[in-house]
C-alpha cells in the first residue's frame, strides 16, 4: 500500500480491483488499468508496448531469445532473472507479469496478424533448464496452431541470411502505418518514415523466405522438446 501511494511501485491489477471493491469507485480505478499497466514495463519500452498491442500485424525477427510474446511465465522470469545489474524479486515478478500481459495481442478481437522468426540458437538457448523449455517449446507449438500466429525457425544450417544486421520488429498500426522498432542494451529506435521502414519490410521479406516453412519449423520445434 505505501509504495503505491508514495508511486515507489505501480498498482496492480489485483489492487486495484480490490481498491475498486472497497471504495465502491463505480468503474473509475478499473478504467485506469490499462494505462497503469504501461508504467510496469522500462520507460523506453512503454510507447512500442501501446502501439504493439493496438497493431494491426506484428513481425518480429529473433536473434537471441524468444519472442516476449510467446514466452511462459518461467521462462521470462528466468531471463529478467539474469539482467545485469540486478533486479529485486518483486521487479522481476512486476516485470514478469507485464511481459505476460502482453500475450492479450494474441486474443484480442478482432486478432491481430503475429509472425514470429526465431534464430535457431535462440532456441537451442535451455533458458532454465530442461524443467523450463520443454513447456517453452509445447507453449510454441500451441502458439503455432493458432490462425493469427506463424512461427518460423531460422536454422543455423543457413550459415549467411540477411538478417545478419540484427533483430527488428515491424508493426502494421490501425490506421495503416507501418512501423519499425528495434532495441539493444536498454535504448530503443522506433522509426516511421516510409523509406526507412521500407527497407527493413524488404529485408524481412527476405529474411522470411530464408528461414524454414511454417510446418517445418513446428517439426524442428517438436525435435528440440523431444530431444531434452
Do not use: W
Not at 528466468?78 to 522481476?92: C, M, R, S, T
Amino acid at each position: 500500500m505505501s509504495a503505491v501511494e508514495t508511486c515507489a511501485k505501480p498498482p496492480t491489477d489485483d489492487f486495484i480491483e480490490a481498491a475498486e471493491k472497497a471504495l465502491d469507485a463505480s468503474g473509475l480505478l478499473r478504467s485506469a488499468i490499462a494505462f497503469l499497466r504501461l508504467e510496469r514495463y522500462p520507460v523506453h519500452f512503454q510507447g512500442f508496448v501501446q502501439l504493439e498491442q493496438e497493431a494491426l500485424s506484428v513481425s518480429s525477427y529473433c536473434t537471441q531469445l524468444i519472442h516476449g510474446l510467446l514466452q511462459t511465465k518461467e521462462y521470462a522470469r528466468e531471463v529478467l532473472a539474469a539482467a545485469f545489474p540486478p533486479l529485486e524479486e518483486d521487479e522481476i515478478e512486476e516485470l514478469t507479469q507485464a511481459r505476460i500481459d502482453r500475450r492479450a495481442l494474441l486474443d484480442r478481437k478482432p486478432g491481430a496478424v503475429v509472425n514470429i522468426i526465431i534464430e535457431e540458437a535462440a532456441l537451442r538457448r535451455i533458458v532454465g533448464g530442461p524443467e523450463v523449455m520443454r513447456p517453452q517449446y509445447a507453449h510454441l507449438i500451441e502458439c503455432a496452431a493458432r490462425s493469427n500466429v506463424v512461427i518460423q525457425v531460422m536454422p543455423m544450417s543457413r550459415a549467411v541470411h540477411a538478417g545478419l544486421q540484427g533483430p527488428m520488429t515491424l508493426l502494421e498500426t490501425p490506421d495503416e502505418t507501418s512501423m519499425a522498432y528495434m532495441e539493444s542494451n536498454g535504448r530503443s529506435i522506433l522509426l516511421s518514415k516510409p523509406d526507412e521502414v521500407g527497407v527493413l519490410a524488404r529485408r524481412y521479406a527476405m529474411i522470411r523466405s530464408q528461414a524454414l516453412g511454417p510446418e517445418e519449423s513446428v517439426s524442428f520445434i517438436e525435435q528440440l522438446r523431444d530431444e531434452l
